[in-house]
């Protein structure tokens, strides 16, 4: 079976820190995701990445980077963490571009 | 613009009361739409993939069909295990494996 494991299930943190978010899977799949998830917004995709070191902008990349140093890991990180970042948090990760994604089950993040 | 667009945003069925959520996509060179089943604090998971219009997939009491325009899942005879958010995704031409999801329909069986 499928299995992507995001590294916390709920996260507090503050205004102006830097936030690390961790997604591992174990399916040697290629392509990585990072979406967030908001009431009435629906996912919206913050970055992904296809490759090892390879990473692309999404609909939503301001104030996020990423990481992708191994190939079943991949991780959002925000920069300066802002009130406006609270959300649902939601990694996904598939074998081709036509496969479908499998997600992980989310951190919830709040920033104070 | 891409688009997909999911009604109703909120259906309550009694126990064993048949029903369908659709999908619209406005999706320029669809390579295929894909539904999921999101349960409260989780992610969503995988339920369906259809490349083709006219192709149809079951799985227990549900089953996806698709159109040129749109798609359906009818569930038949539900339970309340069946209670969840359904959502659907599209994906584009583009070779990056992006996908546009819908906003979700959220269902609700009473027993």
């Known amino acids: 079976d499928v299995k992507v494991t995001q590294s916390s299930r709920y996260l507090v943190k503050r205004t102006g820190e830097k936030v690390f978010l961790e997604c591992v899977q174990d399916?040697?799949?290629?392509?990585m995701f990072w979406y967030r998830q908001d009431p009435g917004l629906g996912l919206r995709l913050i970055y992904f990445?296809?490759?090892?070191?390879?990473?692309e902008k999404g609909d939503i990349p301001e104030g996020y980077s990423v990481s992708r140093e191994k190939k079943e890991r991949f991780s959002l990180i925000l920069e300066s963490a802002s009130t406006n970042q609270t959300s649902m948090y939601l990694c996904?990760?598939?074998?081709?571009?036509?496969?479908?994604?499998?997600f992980g089950d989310g951190t919830r993040l709040s920033i104070l | 613009e891409d688009q997909v667009t999911q009604s109703p945003e909120a259906l309550r069925l009694q126990e064993g009361e048949s029903s369908s959520l659709n999908c619209s996509y406005t999706?320029?060179?669809?390579?295929?739409l894909f539904w999921y089943r999101q349960d409260p604090g989780k992610g969503p998971e995988f339920l369906f993939t259809?490349?083709?219009a006219g192709e149809e997939k079951e799985k227990e009491r549900l089953k996806a069909t698709l159109t040129k325009k749109e798609s359906f899942l009818h569930i038949t005879a539900p339970k309340p295990e069946d209670s969840a958010t359904y959502l659907c995704?599209?994906?584009?031409?583009?070779?990056?494996?992006?996908?546009?999801f819908g906003q979700g329909t959220t269902l609700q069986v009473k027993p």
């Open positions: 999706v320029s060179g669809l390579r295929g």
């Open positions: 399916m040697d799949h290629e392509n």
């Open positions: 996904a990760s598939s074998q081709g571009v036509d496969q479908p994604q499998h």
């Open positions: 990445s296809y490759d090892v070191k390879m990473k």
């Open positions: 995704a599209g994906h584009g031409s583009g070779n990056t494996g992006k996908l546009i």
């Open positions: 259809l490349y083709s």
